[in-house]
């Protein structure tokens, strides 16, 4: 399925920030998800890695890391999520 748009919407401002996006993701998806915040943490802190990746695609069309910007920018500048193989990026 890799490469596959799946259509689903999510209400972005019901959400209280990466954590709380991260969390619903991964019951959607059933998988395990990381993003920028994380994945600096987990360089200190080794744990199990996770097996995807969250990204976005900007309003100029850049795909950026999810997490890279505070949650506001991010809200103002989101087009399209993607969650994508570690192994890829």
Known sequence: MEGVPIGRKLDLLLLDGYD???TKLCHMFKTSITYADVME???LVPRQKAAHVLTYEDQDGDWM????VPWELF?????K?????TDKC
Request: net charge positive; aromatic share 4%; charged share 20%.
């Open 81 to 85: 999520l993607r969650i994508a193989r």
């Open 65 to 68: 890391m999810v997490g890279d």
């Open 41 to 43: 943490y987990h360089q």
């Open 75 to 79: 809200l103002t500048s989101v087009k």
């Open 20 to 22: 709380c996006l991260l």
